[in-house]
């Protein structure tokens, strides 16, 4: 009976000997369940997504469209940058004015129009980024004044970008009444609204006006660059007016302008329609 005894338990328990190899067994066996464990988690994540995690994927996936779009629209792609802008979540007035800015800049004025139009449609609303290229794009005065009513609706006209957009768009359209309306009405000016002013003025043919703009604008200091200097010495084309022509030769070697290519050129035009080539 003990010997049937000892060899039952010989059967049960292992020898001495192979007590070694149960560390590593049960360790094996931990790891295995673990690694099922985290397979399951793991794929319990991928089927039950929080809704804050998709939000920062849809946002994660709108910025990386609108970095395509700005690339696109930069490297004048224009096509590909329209198929891609009809994919996109257009809730946004940024990307609206990415395109109409790119198609401004690329000519495309009828096109800008069209999408400044398909925004108004689609219930967006134009902010102050928007309306000094809708305005460039506007390619007669009934449409200039069409913008100019929905900026003063929004509250934009006293903005200082806007208001220069619409002084350069009336003095284009032959309106320079109205872009001196726009240019008193300004709170702020700065030296683009007094250049828009100067090169208006010159564009109507009405140079003595450019001229006296150009004097009232070195009065209040407001500075002088590349489009000051052409416009002002268009102006004293259009009168053949040498000494005010001399004077802004003056200032433009004052502030170190003389070596502008473009304002050379302006200067050699002056002197030569107004009389005196052998100085040009």
């Not at 020898?15 to 985290?38: C, D, G, V």
């Not at 690329?106 to 290229?133: C, K, L, V, W």
């Amino acid at each position: 009976m003990a010997k049937e005894l000892l060899n039952l338990r010989l059967q049960i328990v292992p020898p001495t000997s192979e007590y070694r190899y149960f560390p590593a067994i049960i360790q094996a066996s931990n790891k295995s369940q673990n690694h099922e464990l985290r397979i399951r988690r793991h794929n319990s994540r991928k089927n039950t997504t929080s809704p804050r995690r998709r939000k920062f994927r849809n946002v994660e996936g709108l910025i990386l469209s609108i970095k395509r779009l700005l690339y696109y629209v930069s490297s004048g792609c224009l096509d590909t940058a329209l198929q891609l802008f009809d994919k996109m979540d257009k809730s946004d007035i940024f990307i609206w004015n990415v395109m109409i800015r790119g198609l401004v800049d690329s000519g495309m004025f009828q096109e800008a129009m069209e999408m400044y139009h398909r925004m108004q449609i689609e219930g967006i609303e134009a902010d102050n980024f928007t309306f000094p290229f809708g305005i460039k794009a506007c390619l007669g005065l009934k449409e200039g004044q069409n913008v100019h009513s929905m900026v003063i609706k929004l509250g934009f006209d006293e903005d200082v970008y806007t208001c220069n957009a619409l002084i350069v768009m009336y003095a284009k359209v032959g309106c320079i009444e109205e872009s001196e309306r726009v240019f008193e009405r300004m709170p702020v000016r700065d030296l683009v609204s007094w250049n828009s002013m100067v090169r208006g003025y010159v564009l109507v043919g009405d140079g003595w006006s450019s001229l006296m703009c150009f004097k009232n604008m070195q009065r209040v200091r407001a500075g002088l660059d590349r489009i000051s200097c052409v416009s002002s010495l268009g102006a004293c084309v259009l009168e053949r007016h040498l000494l005010s022509g001399k004077e802004i030769f003056c200032q433009v070697v004052r502030n170190g302008l003389d070596l502008d290519p473009k304002i050379q050129s302006s200067v050699i035009d002056m002197f030569g329609k107004c009389g005196e080539v052998d100085y040009a």
